[in-house]
């Protein structure tokens, strides 16, 4: 399995972020989070069984009208939560 855990910088709060977010994800394999953060961050964790479908998830909220939101991405590879269940939105 294939975890990324990845911070998205930018105006990317009060835009339907995190929904916007879930709803890519219910068109990938993927399982995970999603949450805002108090310094204005979203931070997002999801992995996959298959590393190829992660990462078009990832791009495809990228090209999404997202996108525009998005000033800085960081991307890190992390070891997976086993038990994780569909995509949700964390508080």
Known sequence: MTAKH?????HVQGVGFRYSTKRIASG????GWVK??????VEMMAQSFEA???EAFL???????????IKERE????????GLRGF???H
């Open 59 to 69: 791009e495809d909220i990228q090209q999404s009208s997202l996108g525009s939101h």
């Open 6 to 10: 990845v911070f998205y910088t930018g």
């Open 36 to 41: 805002n953060l108090p310094d204005g961050r």
């Open 88 to 90: 949700n939105i964390a």
């Open 28 to 31: 990938f394999d993927v399982t």
């Open 75 to 82: 991307v890190k590879a992390v070891a997976a939560q086993p």
């Open 52 to 54: 190829d479908e992660l």
